[in-house]
């Protein structure tokens, strides 16, 4: 699990020891990551990376099983060069660290403030003990969605989990965790493949 000994907003949790299927390109003024499916589907995904930057193992894993699935996956350096989060760092200077990346800036995320009208269906994963994003936060999005959303989307939340569950444990992690990363990775493939 994340270590929750550390302050918000979260730590690294396990990292992987991972080389990845993919290569890095150049596109324009940003670097990224891209890995291609065994078979051309003509179907693309782009992966948003965390914090931690788009060159952490665990992100690139999650990135190459999209592509096992038949995505071409791109994993932009969306910081575009800046140093990604240390989790060594003094967590009392995050805030001043996040000015300067501010993912808001890139309108692949957000071009609007409305931040409920979503353009595309959308699957959200939470974490039930995650410290970063409390449950009272996952419910006053679902009811603003219900209120103002006008496309699909879905809201999981995965009992006993913790912040970054999805891509921040090991493969052979701890028995009564597998089957909940299992469930969210295979609820990201399923819901690929039905909007894309």
Excluded at 1 to 9: G, S
Excluded at 135 to 153: F, G, H, I, R, T
Excluded at 178 to 195: F, G, T, V
Aim: aromatic letters at 12%.
């Amino acid at each position: 699990m994340a270590n929750e000994a550390y302050p918000c907003p979260c730590d690294i949790g396990d990292r992987l020891e991972y080389g990845g299927m993919g290569h890095e390109v150049q596109v324009e003024h940003i670097m990224a990551y891209i890995t291609r499916p065994p078979v051309d589907t003509g179907k693309a995904v782009i992966v948003i990376q965390d914090i931690f930057g788009w060159k952490l193992p665990n992100t690139r894993y999650m990135v190459d099983m999209i592509a096992r699935n038949g995505y071409t996956a791109i994993l932009p350096d969306f910081f575009v060069g800046q140093e990604p989060w240390d989790p060594a760092a003094d967590w009392s200077t995050f805030p001043k660290w996040l000015e300067t990346r501010n993912a808001r800036k890139i309108n692949i995320i957000k071009d609007t403030e409305d931040w409920y009208g979503l353009k595309n269906p959308t699957l959200f994963i939470f974490a039930e003990n995650d410290s970063l994003i409390p449950l009272e936060q996952v419910s006053l999005l679902n009811q603003k969605l219900k209120e103002q959303c006008k496309v699909d989307y879905q809201i999981k939340t995965f009992s006993g989990q913790t912040h970054g569950f999805v891509h921040r444990k090991k493969e052979n992690c701890s028995p009564a965790d597998k089957p909940y990363i299992d469930e969210a990775r295979r609820n990201l493939i399923e819901w690929l493949n039905k909007y894309i």
